[in-house]
Each structure stands twice: as structure tokens, then as C-alpha cells.
């Protein structure tokens, strides 16, 4: 067979959801877990930041760095500039290259930050860590993407985010159990930290046997490798008695991209419409993701008792893609991200009038499943929307402004909580959720059972 870029883009269309498929993405999923854990780490571990002394529960000023809101600020700057000005790096050196870097640099960052105790080294090596996730997160995506036949590509998606989202719990589960505690001389907080960059550390070997992304290769000029890899798969699939049709011939350009192209037709409209999109998703979404036992804890729920019902509430995060899985490839990607929207909105404003604990963790736990499903959602929506020479560095682009978004965000929900107490927030949230619906509603291109390629062109 021609080893050119479009029979390889053809063949990776016709394959099926193998079992060596579903381990590939097991495998991405895995490093994702760990970054997940890192993403969501600073709600559970901020009671304890603040019980010692390093960090204060309210923000001096409006950017004041000794607080919860510099904390959080921090990381999601290292994200913005590891998405921004690191995203492109994945189009140029390698999908598989990248992520295996990005997450030993995760690992690292993440063990030094557990040793420090002064607000301004936190905040330092939590800037750090974030740019390691940065570029992780937007390269996971880019090879599930790519990787993915279009009748699966949804599944595959929400597949590796209830994979990701058991970080959840499982951060909520050790912040509950140990941030309140002092264990060997040091703050239960610390060890929060430690076991996300330990177990970071040991994905990396397993993870390590992942190959390149066949388009990355094709497109670069490798196609003799993105057929030998390529042709593997389809052994598996064989081995599993499938019979494979015909390859249809996608035209793929080779050679790399260049960034002007994500201001140019046809990607300007959707680039301008990502930017927007997640400028509010993030500040809606990490608003409530970020500050969860904080707010409750505004509410007049004591510390102890706010990290115990964030863990029930936590405990939810992977069953919204795992709901996801039965309809996601069914409807059109566009309308699931616009409607968990609007249901995040709805149970922000119901959290305005939870107090008991039933009702307090009835809205939660709508709020996770909504969040999450928004989250798997779009994930998979962003990089079907441009080619593959400039896939990485597009979504790297408009998922920096997410980061950007909650960087300010954070201080913005610190002055309202301050101003306005708990429920300013949610109406905060809900407002967001408002304008996500509306942008992706109205100019959200569709890409239900289409291959990459001709959603592309």
C-alpha cells in the first residue's frame, strides 16, 4: 500500500475499538490521571494551608499572593504558559515525546513544592508544576484525537475521563483523611502532594510503551513509520476476527504548520469562538472545582465536615463521562457541551438555597456530573476542530485562555466571596454557564462521524 499520509489517514479511520485500542488510551489516560490530581489538588489541600499558616483563607488586596486565591492563580499561570508558549512543541518534536517530558517535569515540580513553607516558594513550584500539565493535558488530547476512529472518538474521550476523574475522589479521599492531621512531624498536606508525584513517577515507566501518533508521523514526512505502526493495529484487530473495509483516501498535507493558520480561514470563527468559550467555561467550571470546601466552609460548615462532604461530593466526578459513554457518540458534540452548561448553571443557583446536608450534597453532586460532563465534552471537541499540523498548538492556544481566565477568576471569586458570601459565587458560576451555552449553541461547527480531516478542511 502507498506510504503517503492519506492511506495512513485512511487506515487509521477504518479501525476499529480494539482491546489493544482501549489499552492505548488506558495507557494516555493514566498520566492524566496524575495531572487531574494536581488540577484538582489545591481545593483539598487548601484548609490545610491555611490551618499552617502558610496561606490565608481570604486574599489581601486584590492580587495578594498569601492567599488561597495566589495559590490557585499560580498554577493555573503555569498552565497558561505552559499551553500558550509550550503548546506548539508537541506539533514540532512528537506527541509521545512530549507527554512522556511533561510528565516527569509534573513529578518533580510537584515532590519540591511539598517541602516548602513559605507562601512565595509554594506559589513558585506551583507556578512550575503547572506548566508541566499545561503541555501534558493539551498533548493527551491531541493523541486521543488523532488516535480515534470518528464513530468512537466521543467514547474514547469520555472513556480516558473516567479514568482521569477517579484522581478525583481519590485527592478528596487523602485530603479528608490526612490534611487535618500531623503524621512523622510533618503537615498532613504534604503528603496530599507526595503521592500524586510518586504515582506520577510510576506511570511514567508504564506509560513509556506507548508509540508515536501515526498522523504526527505522516504528517512530518514518516510515513514508512505510521504504517509500520499502523499496520500492528490492524494485526490486532484481525487477531480479534475483524474484518477491515477498504481504506478511504483522506488528503493530509505534510509538513509543519504554521501559527498564522489559526487566524486565517476556515479556523479564525473557531478560534475566536474557543477563546471565548473557554474564557468563561474555565472561570464557571474551576470556580466551583477549585473552592468547593472553601465555600462551604463560608457557609458555616466547620473544616472537618466541608472535606468530608467534598469527598462524597468528589466521589461523583467519574460518573458524569461514564454516563457520557452512553450517549456521546449518539448526539452532536456541540449541543452536550452547550446543555451541561446550562445544567451547571441550574444546580449553581439551586446551591444558593442548599443549606441542610442532603441538599448541600444533592447540588453537588449535579454540579460534578454536569462539570465533568462539559469536561470530557469539549475535550474531545477542540482538537477535531484543525489539522493535524497545527492541532497541538490551535488547542494549546484556546486552552490558554481558559488558564488565563482562571488566574483572574480566582482573585475575582475571592473579592466575591468576600463581598457576597458563597452564593455570589454561584450566581458567578450560573452567569458564565450562561454565555459557554450561548457561544457554543450558536457558532460551534458540528463534527458528529466525521473523520479529522474533513472536519478540518
Request: charged share 15%; glycine share 10%.
Amino acid at each position: 500500500m502507498k506510504a503517503d499520509g492519506s492511506a495512513v489517514a485512511g487506515r487509521l479511520e477504518r479501525l476499529p475499538a480494539t482491546r489493544g485500542f482501549w489499552r492505548r488510551v488506558v495507557l494516555l489516560s493514566l498520566g492524566g490521571f496524575f495531572e487531574f490530581y494536581d488540577l484538582f489538588l489545591a481545593a483539598y489541600v487548601a484548609p490545610g494551608l491555611v490551618r499552617s499558616h502558610i496561606l490565608t483563607a481570604t486574599t489581601p488586596g486584590l492580587f495578594g499572593t498569601t492567599g488561597i486565591a495566589g495559590f490557585v492563580a499560580a498554577f493555573f499561570a503555569g498552565l497558561f504558559v505552559g499551553t500558550a508558549l509550550f503548546g506548539f512543541v508537541a506539533d514540532r518534536l512528537g506527541r509521545r515525546t512530549i507527554f512522556m517530558v511533561s510528565l516527569l517535569w509534573y513529578a518533580v515540580a510537584s515532590l519540591v513544592m511539598a517541602f516548602q513553607h513559605d507562601a512565595f516558594g509554594l506559589n513558585l513550584w506551583r507556578f512550575i508544576c503547572g506548566i508541566g500539565i499545561g503541555v501534558e493535558l493539551v498533548t493527551i488530547d491531541t493523541y486521543i484525537a488523532e488516535l480515534a476512529p470518528p464513530g468512537v472518538r466521543g467514547r474514547a474521550f469520555a472513556f480516558a475521563n473516567v479514568i482521569q476523574f477517579l484522581a478525583i475522589p481519590l485527592v478528596a479521599f487523602l485530603g479528608w483523611l490526612l490534611v487535618p492531621r500531623t503524621l512523622f512531624g510533618l503537615d498532613g498536606w504534604r503528603f496530599v502532594v507526595m503521592a500524586g508525584s510518586l504515582g506520577a513517577l510510576l506511570v511514567w515507566f508504564v506509560r513509556a510503551r506507548l508509540p508515536e501518533s501515526p498522523r504526527w508521523l505522516a504528517s512530518h514526512g514518516r510515513s514508512a513509520e505510521a504504517e509500520a505502526i499502523v499496520e500492528t493495529w490492524e494485526i490486532e484487530a484481525r487477531m480479534e476476527g475483524i474484518t477491515l473495509p477498504e481504506p478511504k483516501m483522506q488528503p493530509m498535507e505534510q509538513g509543519r504548520g504554521s501559527f498564522r493558520e489559526v487566524f486565517r480561514k476556515p479556523y479564525l470563527g473557531r478560534t475566536l469562538m474557543l477563546v471565548a468559550f473557554n474564557l468563561f467555561q474555565a472561570a464557571g467550571y474551576y470556580g466551583f472545582a477549585s473552592w468547593v470546601p472553601t465555600l462551604l466552609i463560608a457557609s458555616g460548615i466547620e473544616v472537618t465536615k466541608s472535606l468530608g462532604y467534598t469527598f462524597i461530593i468528589a466521589i461523583a466526578a467519574p460518573f458524569g463521562p461514564l454516563i457520557g459513554l452512553l450517549f456521546i457518540d449518539k448526539v452532536e458534540r456541540k449541543w452536550i457541551v452547550a446543555g451541561s452548561a446550562l445544567a451547571i448553571a441550574a444546580a449553581g443557583l439551586a446551591f444558593t438555597q442548599a443549606h441542610a446536608m442532603a441538599g448541600v450534597i444533592a447540588c453537588g453532586v449535579a454540579l460534578t456530573l454536569a462539570n465533568n460532563i462539559l469536561s470530557f465534552a469539549y475535550h474531545g471537541y477542540q482538537p477535531e476542530l484543525y489539522p493535524t499540523r497545527i492541532r497541538a498548538r490551535a488547542v494549546g492556544f484556546v486552552y490558554s485562555f481558559s488558564r488565563l481566565s482562571t488566574v483572574f477568576s480566582a482573585f475575582a471569586i475571592a473579592a466575591i466571596l468576600k463581598g457576597f458570601g458563597a452564593a455570589g459565587v454561584f450566581v458567578f458560576i450560573a452567569g458564565c454557564m450562561g454565555v459557554v451555552a450561548a457561544v457554543i449553541g450558536i457558532f460551534g461547527p458540528r463534527t458528529k462521524d466525521l473523520p479529522l480531516e474533513q472536519i478540518s478542511r
